[in-house]
């Protein structure tokens, strides 16, 4: 095909798979032969849309091997790390901490929305240290998102359960009892 397929289908060049195919789409529904009985013009136009639709599919699908990964499996990943967050979320509004921390735990992708996630979940945990430690680094990642600010405000208010506790995490979480309290035996 002598033509740019992409000004065959009206889009701007380097244009998104989908961006491509909803334009093929538009212009099939104008110029297919059932719609335009007996018209030469439109039987051309409508095999120079079909080449360029064609010719845009064998590039990506060439590009997508070079690379070693297609834009389908980034685009299925994404959506599947997007539904693991979206469950983790529903979890957390459900009080399921542990469950959603489990889910949050096994996504690769450490994006600033894992970060705040986690940061709910361990706070409603009641391990607002952990807490605090995961929406700062949501916070460094996007400082301009004012619902991270918001958390981490919050969990700055309650300045004493943020900052390291002297004793040990077996003490504090056991009810052991302190050990200047127990008497020794002479």
Do not use: W
Not at 145 to 156: D, F, Q, T, W
């Amino acid at each position: 095909m002598s033509k740019n397929p992409y000004r065959v289908l009206g889009v701007t060049e380097g244009a998104s798979f989908e961006e491509c195919t909803k334009a093929y789409k538009k212009l099939a529904k104008e110029y297919h032969p059932d719609l335009n009985p007996n018209d030469a013009a439109a039987d051309k136009k409508m095999a120079e849309i079909n080449a360029a639709y064609e010719a845009i599919k064998k590039s990506g699908a060439k590009a997508a091997r070079n690379k070693g990964n297609n834009d389908y499996q980034e685009a299925t990943q994404s959506d599947e790390e997007k539904a693991h967050l979206n469950a983790a979320a529903q979890l957390i509004r459900n009080r399921q901490f542990a469950q959603a921390l489990n889910i949050l735990s096994r996504l690769e992708n450490r994006t600033a929305e894992l970060y705040c996630l986690a940061a709910l979940a361990n706070e409603g945990a009641g391990r607002d240290r952990q807490a605090f430690v995961n929406i700062q680094e949501a916070c460094a990642m996007e400082p301009e998102n004012a619902e991270y600010k918001k958390i981490y405000n919050r969990l700055v208010e309650r300045g004493a359960d943020i900052r390291p506790r002297a004793r040990s995490v077996y003490y504090d979480d056991y009810n052991a009892p302190d050990p200047s309290q127990i008497k020794r035996r002479k």
